[in-house]
Nanobody, 118 residues
Framework: QVQLVESGGGLVQAGGSLRLSCAAS????????MGWYRQAPGNQRELVAD????????NYADSVRGRFTISRDNAENTVYLQMNSLKPEDTAVYYC???????????WGQGTQVTVSS
């Protein structure tokens, strides 16, 4: 059974930092590209950042580039999102996504709430 379990969300003041983690099980983690998405109330889910299977390539939304860093540990089957200089507009539910690079099948985590107060 595939599971993606996010953790690390919470309430933080503007300018603060949070580190999200997503622990994967039930998949061969090293063949999955991983991503973080977010969805604010009334908005569509959007890509925040993604990372290649080896971690050698990363991609960021313009709104978070320079503030957020995605990384992965293939030995621990975990992907991280370090979020610095948080802004109120970063408030959303953050979801972990895993996409099989061979057959394109994708899985989602249950989401973790991030709330940034002004």
């Amino acid at each position: 059974q595939v599971q993606l379990v996010e953790s690390g969300g919470g309430l933080v003041q503007a300018g603060g930092s949070l580190r999200l983690s997503c622990a994967a099980s039930g998949i061969t983690f090293s063949i999955y590209a991983m991503g973080w998405y977010r969805q604010a109330p009334g908005n569509q889910r959007e890509l925040v950042a993604d990372i290649s299977t080896s971690g050698g390539r990363t991609n960021y939304a313009d709104s978070v580039r320079g503030r957020f860093t995605i990384s992965r540990d293939n030995a621990e089957n975990t992907v991280y999102l370090q979020m610095n200089s948080l802004k109120p507009e970063d408030t959303a539910v953050y979801y972990c996504n895993a996409q099989n690079t061979l057959n394109r099948r994708a899985y989602w985590g249950q989401g973790t709430q991030v709330t940034v107060s002004s």
